[in-house]
Structures are given as structure tokens and as C-alpha cells.
């Protein structure tokens, strides 16, 4: 299984245009398209047939998943001041 990093940002039009930015993980399924998933977003998860389709996909999930954390009167966490960084081990 491969794994796609993207990073993805978001402009909230509806929160006086703020901008957040997330890392987005894609998942290469064994039977075709990939499953996306949003780290600083706990269960926020897509997919699509194709790479592209997947991140507009996201994006989409992203801005209801923010809609709904702003009218809940929650934090917005986003990948802003993350570092990211890839390890290689042998098992």
C-alpha cells in the first residue's frame, strides 16, 4: 500500500476568510482510487477514483467538517505549524 502526503489549504469564506492548512494522507486501495485522510481532523476521511478526484473530494469534507466545528463553537486545529518528517525502519 502507498501512501500520497499532500498538503491542502483551505480558505473559509464563511469564518472571515480565514486561511488553514492540512495535511492530507492518501491511501492507494488494492481494488482502485485511494482513501484520503485528514491527520488534524479525526474522522474526517474520503476517497476518490483518482488522485485529483480524492483532494477535491477532501477539500469538500474538509469544509463541512469546519463548518460544523465552527457552529458547535469549537477550536479550528489545523497543519500550520506541524512539522512533518518520514522514517525508514527495517522489521
Given at each position: 500500500?502507498?501512501?500520497?502526503?499532500?498538503?491542502?489549504?483551505?480558505?473559509?469564506?464563511?469564518?472571515?476568510?480565514?486561511?488553514?492548512?492540512?495535511?492530507?494522507?492518501?491511501?492507494?486501495?488494492?481494488?482502485?482510487?485511494?482513501?484520503?485522510?485528514?491527520?488534524?481532523?479525526?474522522?474526517?476521511?474520503?476517497?476518490?477514483?483518482?488522485?485529483?478526484?480524492?483532494?477535491?473530494?477532501?477539500?469538500?469534507?474538509?469544509?463541512?467538517?469546519?463548518?460544523?466545528?465552527?457552529?458547535?463553537?469549537?477550536?479550528?486545529?489545523?497543519?500550520?505549524?506541524?512539522?512533518?518528517?518520514?522514517?525508514?525502519?527495517?522489521a
Open positions: 500500500m502507498s501512501i500520497v502526503h499532500y498538503q491542502l489549504s483551505i480558505i473559509l469564506y464563511f469564518c472571515g476568510m480565514e486561511t488553514h492548512t492540512y495535511k492530507l494522507l492518501l491511501n492507494k486501495e488494492p481494488e482502485g482510487g485511494y482513501t484520503v485522510r485528514v491527520p488534524s481532523l479525526p474522522g474526517c476521511v474520503t476517497c476518490g477514483d483518482n488522485v485529483e478526484e480524492a483532494i477535491e473530494h477532501a477539500k469538500e469534507a474538509i469544509e463541512l467538517f469546519l463548518e460544523c466545528l465552527i457552529e458547535d463553537g469549537e477550536p479550528i486545529p489545523d497543519d500550520q505549524n506541524t512539522l512533518e518528517y518520514s522514517i525508514t525502519v527495517t
